[in-house]
């Protein structure tokens, strides 16, 4: 096991262990991967897609591996998801501490990876890790792999639809512990499903999450998805999406970031065919000395494909985030409409929001936009606020919450809309 | 996803002795030969009788362009293909080459009529001629320059003739370290033009560059310094829309513009160099206190043009703006944008981009706007649009806007669309050829910033382009 | 003198449309065809005008004994006297209704002969004036954020500056309320004489209450199936498509 010793952004800590939870074929695979992260270069911000990232901040020597968790019973208490949901599973520290899944119909199949690595094994080798990571984070995605010990597949077969939620938990518990979530999501031709993903942390301490999500979906199939990150201030956490979308399939992705010292999240929108659909949305909120950098990558690679992209940021106090987006039209792909916006509201004089939107189109039966705001709140909304006798810090957290609550009325699920609505409430100091 | 361009093999650039079907007779009085060394910049020095500090500034730029690399991780890669040894970089205008009428091609003849190039320009853009009879021509500009104390000279000129105005100024507002090539044009610059316009002065008639084409303006290095002073307003119009007889296939200028408190600046170029040049500007405006710099820029020629206006609004209230047409034909790429730096309140900056792409052209637009810690009040407002015409054009924009703060606001739009099929024949149902149908199309989508032209241009800059259309209909 | 479709075939893609085609528009008359959505109508239309989706398999169409055919380009059949009214008239934003109607009655002329403004205009605003048209409407961009009414009004404006030969008309009535169909009529009307000829396509027989036909054919399955006068119109209406559906498929 040799360490690149040039390197100080690689853990001496943080070491690869193979793990009999997999069968042989993918340990080697593990094995690989743990090289070709050594081997790989750190970024640097002449890279493009790190182009003005915080690279002092992507520094992983302080973490290790996570011990098993103190209390389960504890962990299983604190998630609280919406009230029905069709199946529910619990990872502390990378091992599932619960699972239930009694509300799931026929022929659908959720598990844990390892699990679908023994048991569906044509499924797992179509589908894991399929899409290569471009948007930035490849070296860290290989180190994912490497460490990957828990993670759920959730496969859908086709015509089958799923009611209620999946949920999945994520839990990080400890000083300097790394986790390694991973959700992978197969939708046969024509299913159904919404999955909810949240991730936490149990205390407050500096931690390292590096996560990747999945999703792929076949004809006709729709997905409704949504993520709620609220690590401790102290974590790290890369989040890494690749969403594949085949003939008239609809993805509907939600992220939404409320926690992490520094997130580096990476999405990729494949249209792969012809009358596809993906909408991205993401609510962010930074405050103190936190980072969101944010890289997106819409891929038309399709006939009357669409894609819209819709990305809130707030930021506060010394706060900082960065929205890279790229929509790309491939030649061929005709009736192409793509659209993206950023939206950057600012509350206080040091917050800093960068924002790359960027077009790359080699066709020309297109209708793509893209446009990007900053500003800090309408003083006219607050006065109007204020003469209705809300004082002014309410107000402020008032607007706030409508611009985030505004874009959870794209998601078509009313439950799941309205326990969002509800998070949001709740993080931002509201009743 | 590279920000870079492929670019089919293209052969390596030197100076062109058969550009087109060109022909002409050559006679060097002044010739520095080919390569760049420093001995170059010595026999530029000694001809054009420099003072030290010049030749130390030349030497200075030397060396910095040495250092810095082709900016290729971001640019086009179609840079590697300029080869620098092959170039010359000086040649006095008194010998440069000409030609006889008989000589100059048919197309080029029609060209100057369809765009109703006055007579006495024609000669001098088809190379038939090294001088232009300016004087007649442009009485208007004489008057302004003699009655009003406006100083409009050549830079070599300027800076014999005026050091301590052109000295307080000059690589103030763009340093030779900015890039590579405005390190070569501190190099070897020549020609471009020095204006002063006195405090309240404010010039009625545009200044053109051709009123100094005698005095050396038309080079492969001008370099360009207008210092408006406090209360004044000057607008400034260089390059034509008719295409110009070139021999050299590498420009670098550098155009340097300063707005003292209140002034007024608008600059504006019409770029359509012939299809082998390398067109590599650098030009920025500073700002001061409630000043105004606009770039008014239409690139439709050159093999590949990079060029990013910018404006750095140094004082309160000042305000900057970029308007830019590019339209990039088979074969070209526009590589444009603008630059906004916002260093003071309540400064606001405007910048409207609209491209077209045609055949294999290709359209780029890359944009920074940086609102600094602090700042308050400061607004910027972006458009760029991007016109498709046929199916192997391409178009990229990259954008990056740093906002910092709760006092500012920016907004940055940006579109892409093309001229389909069905309005194409919706149009032709009603007599228009296609051609015709595309130019009443892309005239309609370039039209807002076709006015933003003085009137000399914007009648000849929309003929230009149902020119360009029409030759772009198989 | 006449618009004459003779066995005409065509198909979009591999797929045939028109069947057989046959139908003479003398000069100086109105005819309307008659067919439900898919029976060919529109594209017998688009095909004339020279639309690039269709291809010709065959048959002909003259236009006063010239073949409509050996004209490649829309515009020059347009310039030989076609006109068409679109169904779905198209947008051309940034393209103002003057300049776009200018630059059609230019392309008219002869060679050199330039079109004189101030004509041009005062014919221009005589037409608008006469189909409730405002003359503001000359600086905004062609049927950009028009209403279905004005769209179509101001396709009668633009067959009204062009004077054609023949003009079809493709379901001009469609998405219009009684008071801009009797509007677009009467445009219609003012515009008949001896020297011209009509084809009016419609799916409904409400308009030709307005426009009324010395003729009226019915279309089914890419063919004229039936012919006869105006009262054939209310015959249809009143029985319905299947009336002729079934014997025309016996």
Redesign the interface.
């Known amino acids: 096991m040799s360490t690149l010793i040039e390197d100080p952004t690689v853990s001496t800590s943080l070491n690869f262990t193979p793990s009999a939870i997999w069968p042989e074929w993918f340990r080697a695979e593990q094995e690989a991967a743990w090289q070709e992260y050594l081997a790989t270069p750190a970024p640097t911000r002449k890279n493009e897609p790190w182009r003005f990232a915080n690279i002092k901040a992507i520094d992983l020597s302080s973490f290790g591996s996570a011990p098993a968790i103190a209390s389960e019973g504890k962990l299983i208490n604190a998630s609280a998801g919406l009230g029905e949901a069709a199946a529910r599973f619990i990872f502390g520290n990378n091992t599932l501490v619960h699972s239930e899944a009694s509300g799931l119909p026929e022929g659908v199949i959720v598990q844990p990876l390892d699990v679908a690595a023994r048991e569906n094994e044509a499924l797992f080798r179509q589908y894991f890790m399929s899409q290569p990571v471009e948007l930035g984070s490849h070296k860290y995605a290989q180190l994912h792999k490497a460490m990957l010990t828990g993670g759920m597949l959730v496969y859908v077969p086709k015509n089958v639809e799923v009611a209620h939620p999946i949920e999945i938990f994520h839990w990080v518990e400890g000083k300097n512990a790394s986790v390694f979530p991973h959700t992978l999501i197969v939708l046969g031709d024509n299913a159904k499903a919404t999955v909810v993903d949240y991730f936490q942390s149990a205390d407050h301490a500096p931690a390292f999450a590096c996560g990747i999500n999945d999703f792929h979906l076949a004809r006709g199939s729709k997905l409704t998805y949504a993520a709620v990150q609220d690590w401790s201030l102290e974590t790290l956490a890369f989040h890494i999406n690749s969403t594949i979308v085949e003939r008239d399939a609809t993805s509907t992705a939600l992220v939404a970031n409320f926690g992490g010292r520094h997130v580096r999240g990476e999405s990729l929108s494949k249209l792969a065919g012809t009358g596809s659909n993906s909408v991205m949305l993401s609510l962010n909120l930074a405050d103190g000395d936190r980072e969101i950098d944010q890289r997106t990558f819409q891929d038309h690679a399709a006939q009357h494909a669409t894609s819209d992209l819709l990305y809130q940021n707030v930021l506060d106090d010394n706060a900082r985030t960065i929205f890279a987006g790229i929509i790309r039209v491939q030649p061929g792909e005709a009736h192409t409409d793509a659209y993206q916006k950023v939206r950057n509201l600012l509350l206080s004089n040091e917050a800093e929001a960068i924002s790359m939107p960027g077009l790359e189109i080699l066709n020309d039966d297109v209708r793509c936009s893209h446009g990007a705001t900053s500003s800090g709140i309408d003083e006219e909304e607050l006065f109007y606020m204020e003469a209705r006798g809300i004082p002014r810090k309410t107000a402020s957290r008032l607007i706030v919450a409508g611009k985030f609550i505004s874009l959870l009325e794209r998601i078509e699920d009313e439950s799941l809309r309205k326990n969002l609505a509800a998070i949001v409430h709740k993080r931002l100091g509201i009743d | 996803m590279p920000a870079t361009i492929e670019q089919d093999d293209k052969p390596q650039i030197d100076i062109d002795r058969s550009v087109g079907d060109f022909r002409y007779d050559v006679n060097y009085e002044f010739d520095a030969g080919v390569g760049l060394s420093e001995a170059t910049i010595d026999y530029i020095c000694d001809v054009k009788k420099d003072p030290d500090w010049i030749r130390e500034f030349r030497k200075d730029g030397y060396r910095k362009f040495l250092e810095k690399p082709m900016p290729t991780h971001w640019a086009s890669k179609d840079l590697e293909n300029i080869v620098f040894e092959n170039i010359r970089y000086y040649l006095s205008q008194g010998v440069q080459p000409k030609r006889s009428w008989d000589d100059v091609p048919e197309e080029m003849k029609k060209t100057f009529e369809r765009l109703g190039i006055p007579e006495q320009e024609r000669k001098y853009l088809a190379g038939v001629e090294a001088q232009f009879d300016s004087e007649a021509a442009y009485s208007n500009i004489k008057a302004a320059v003699g009655e009003q104390g406006v100083i409009f000279v050549g830079s070599t000129e300027g800076l014999h003739k005026h050091p301590e105005i052109f000295k307080k100024w000059f690589g103030k507002v763009i340093p030779s370290s900015d890039n590579k090539f405005s390190a070569l044009n501190s190099a070897v610059f020549s020609g471009g033009s020095f204006i002063y316009v006195p405090p309240g002065v404010k010039v009625k008639h545009p200044l053109q560059a051709y009123f100094r084409i005698n005095a050396q303006n038309f080079g492969q290095f001008e370099r360009t310094l207008i210092i408006a002073d406090e209360g004044s307003e000057v607008m400034y119009m260089e390059g034509c829309t008719a295409p110009k007889f070139e021999t050299s296939t590498l420009h670098s200028a550098v155009v340097e513009l300063v707005a003292l408190k209140g002034a007024k600046i608008q600059y504006v170029t019409v770029q359509n160099w012939s299809p082998n040049v390398f067109n590599l500007v650098t030009k920025r405006g500073l700002a001061h206190e409630d000043a105004e710099i606009k770039w008014i820029d239409c690139n439709i020629g050159s093999r590949l043009t990079m060029k990013y206006p910018g404006v750095i609004m140094k004082g309160k209230r000042a305000r900057g703006e970029v308007i830019s047409i590019a339209l990039a034909s088979d074969g070209q790429h526009q590589d444009t944008g603008a630059k906004m730096i916002h260093a003071a309140d309540d400064t606001t900056s405007n910048v409207v981009s609209k491209s077209i792409s045609i055949g294999s052209g290709v359209a780029t637009y890359r944009g920074l706007v940086d609102i600094p810690p602090h700042r308050k009040g400061c607004k910027n407002n972006t458009e760029c649009d991007a016109l498709l015409i046929n199916s192997h054009s391409r178009t990229d924009t990259y954008p990056a806007i740093v906002a910092r703060g709760n006092q500012n606001s920016f907004q940055h739009e940006a579109s892409v669309s093309k001229i389909n099929s069905e309005q194409i024949f919706y149009m032709q149902q009603r007599g228009l050829t296609e051609g015709q149908a595309m130019s009443l199309a892309v005239n309609g989508f370039v039209n807002d910033l076709v006015r933003e032209f003085p009137m000399e241009y914007s009648v000849e800059l929309k003929r230009l382009i149902d020119l360009e259309m029409e030759g772009s209909v198989g | 003198m006449s618009l004459s479709i003779q066995n005409l075939t065509a198909n979009i893609g591999d797929q045939q449309i028109l069947k057989g085609v046959n139908l003479e528009v003398p000069a100086g008359e109105v005819h309307a065809i008659m067919g439900k959505n898919g029976s060919g109508k529109s594209t017998l239309a688009k095909i004339m ?4 989706d269709y291809t010709v398999t065959g048959g002909d169409v003259l236009m006063d004994g010239q073949s409509l055919f050996e004209m490649e ?3 020059e ?3 030989a006297g076609l ?2 009214a ?1 169904q779905y ?8 209704i003057a ?3 200018r ?2 009655v230019q ?2 002329l002869p060679e050199g002969e330039e079109l004189e403004a101030t004509d041009y205009y005062a014919e221009l605003y005589k037409k608008m004036d006469a189909l409730k048209i405002q003359r503001s409407f000359t600086s905004r ?1 062609v049927n950009e954020g028009f209403s279905g009414g004005e769209k179509k009004r101001c396709e009668i404006l ?1 067959m009204s500056m ?1 004077e054609p030969k023949y003009a079809v008309l493709d379901e001009t009535d469609s998405g219009l309320d009684i008071d801009a169909l009797k509007i677009v009529s009467e445009g219609v009307n003012a515009l008949r004489s001896p020297n011209r000829g009509f084809l009016v396509i419609t799916h409904y027989q409400r308009l030709l209450d307005y426009i009324v036909p010395d003729k009226v054919h019915v279309m089914v399955d890419g063919r004229i199936v039936m012919s006869g006068d105006k009262d054939l119109a209310l015959e249809l209406e009143a029985k319905g498509y299947d009336w002729v559906t079934e014997p025309a498929l016996a």
Do not use: C, K, W
Request: proline content about 13%; glycine content about 6%.
């Open positions: 005008a020279g639309h690039p380009e829309p515009d059949r347009s310039r006109f068409l679109f008239p198209m947008e051309i934003p940034g393209v103002t300049n776009f109607l630059a059609a392309a008219r961009s633009q062009l």
